[in-house]
């Protein structure tokens, strides 16, 4: 089991290639302190994709290691680091049912007071309420009953019920408005405070509010401290 945790991250020299003797990471090093958001950018193909996969043990590192507050990710259960580590993908999962039960997906025993708390404090309560029936309001796994801005929100509400210490997120690319932006760049804000993230940044305002930027080439991480140093 993985203790609760405070969401440092390390990975020591790590290598890993999906097939033998072709690296996509080699001796890849870096220190992420609690809290931090880190914008994962780089061209596509890079490996942004695959940091994730290795982090949540989807593969393993070939050689090095992946520690969570020291903890080397291979010594825990599957499950207690997925509870620690969440994913937000691009695609946000709708299935078709109410709001409420979608946004109840994560965590199943939140009652409807916790649900409209989470909501409220990620900013999605507005838009909610003024659908015609509110919380209750169905929505369909594919379809338009709801924006990506909205999907996106509900999926914020979602993951912040099921509070994990260390977030990860595969941000949407698709294009949404000026306003739209400020909202889920508001919700997003008010998410990832007390946890550590790492984004797969496509969004210019996403970026600017991180605290790091690692920009992934030829196999390795090259780092600058803010978007200022861009
Ligand atoms: P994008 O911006 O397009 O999402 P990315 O930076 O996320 O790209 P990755 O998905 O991490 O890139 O892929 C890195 C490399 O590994 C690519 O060359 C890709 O083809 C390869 N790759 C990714 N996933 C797998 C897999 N499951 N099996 C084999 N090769 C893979
Ligand atoms: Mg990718």
């Not at 880190?38 to 593969?59: C, D, E, H, Q, W």
């Not at 290691?65 to 825990?76: F, H, N, P, T, W």
Request: aromatic residues 6%.
């Amino acid at each position: 089991e993985l203790p609760p945790i405070q969401g440092y991250v390390v990975f020591n020299d790590v290598t890993f290639g999906y097939k033998k003797d072709q690296p996509i990471f080699e001796n890849l090093s870096f220190r992420v302190r609690s809290g931090e958001t880190i914008a994962l950018v780089g061209p596509t193909g890079s490996g942004k994709s695959t940091i994730i996969n290795l982090m949540t043990r989807f593969y393993d590192v070939d050689d090095g290691e992946i520690l969570v507050d020291g903890i080397d990710i291979r010594k825990v259960t599957l499950n207690s680091l997925r509870n620690e580590i969440g994913i937000m993908l691009q695609d946000t999962f709708i299935f078709s049912g109410t709001i409420i039960e979608n946004i109840r997906l994560g965590k199943l025993d939140a009652t409807e007071e916790e649900i409209i708390r989470a909501a409220k404090i990620v900013r999605a309560h507005d838009f909610i309420i003024a659908l015609k029936d509110g919380y209750r309001t169905v929505v369909k796994e594919r379809g338009s009953t709801l924006s990506a801005g909205q999907r996106q929100l509900i999926s914020f509400a979602r993951t912040l019920l099921a509070d994990p210490k260390v977030l990860i997120l595969d941000e949407a690319t698709s294009s949404i408005d000026t306003q739209t932006e400020m909202l889920l760049q508001e919700g997003l804000d008010r998410l990832l405070e007390g946890r550590t993230a790492f984004i797969i940044a496509h969004r210019l305002s996403t970026i600017k509010n991180s605290s790091r930027i690692f920009y992934i080439a030829d196999k390795k991480i090259r780092e600058s401290g803010s978007h200022d140093e861009l």
